[in-house]
Structures are given as C-alpha cells and as structure tokens.
C-alpha cells in the first residue's frame, strides 16, 4: 500500500508559474513509476506527464511539452511537478499517481488531489 499526500498548487497569473509535490509514504516509493493527471470543470481527467521509478525516463502530454516538468526525489520520496508559461486552459485538479511503468493504463494509487487555478 502506497499513500500519497499532495502540496502545491493555487491561483497563479498566466505566464506564471507553480510546483507540484507528491509525498508517498512506504519504503518502495522507487518500486513505482510516477504520473500527473488532472481533470478540469466537466471534463474527463486527462495524463499531464510521467517518470520512470530511477527517473530516467519521462513522457509528457503534447499539451504541456516544452512547459512542465516531472522529477522525483527517491531519497526523499517524492515526486515533482514543475510547471512553467502556465496558461488559463491549465487550471484543474492535479492529482499524483503510482503505478508500474509510465506506459500503464493501471494507475494503482492515486493522491487527493490540488486545485490549480490560472487566470487570464
């Protein structure tokens, strides 16, 4: 069993920009590849970025390349997300998720989720 705890997040101006953490409590933190989601206000949630369990590997939606970043930290369990150019169609509720590969469909734990709002 992994539980997630989320931070970060809240009103920022477009263009600006926020960081995201998510800390999993457990000692297999580096068992689990990593993953931000977020759903906006009538809309299913959608994959926002991944990281691989050593962190050698990411992927990103093409909407967020190029702005957001995914990072983890083993040691201190914990994984990142830095967004930057941060636009008004980015505001949701993140949520942060464990799961075997970043290729998965099968997110198995899922944090509680931060509201991230960008005003125009």
């Known amino acids: 069993q992994v539980q997630l705890v989320q931070s970060g997040g809240g009103l920022v101006q477009a263009g600006g920009s926020l960081r995201l953490s998510c800390a999993a409590s457990?000692?297999?933190?580096?068992?689990?590849?990593m993953g931000w989601f977020r759903q906006a206000p009538g809309k299913e949630r959608e994959f926002v970025a991944a990281?691989?369990?050593?962190?050698?590997?990411?992927k990103y939606a093409d909407s967020v390349k190029g702005r957001f970043t995914i990072s983890r930290d083993n040691a201190a369990n914990t994984v990142y997300l830095r967004m930057n150019s941060l636009k008004p169609e980015d505001t949701a509720v993140y949520y942060c998720?464990?799961?075997?590969?970043?290729?998965?469909?099968?997110?198995?734990?899922w944090g509680q989720g931060t509201q991230v709002t960008v005003s125009s």
């Open positions: 457990g000692r297999t933190f580096s068992s689990y590849a």
């Open positions: 998720a464990a799961g075997s590969t970043i290729y998965t469909d099968d997110w198995l734990y």
């Open positions: 990281i691989s369990r050593s962190g050698g590997m990411t």
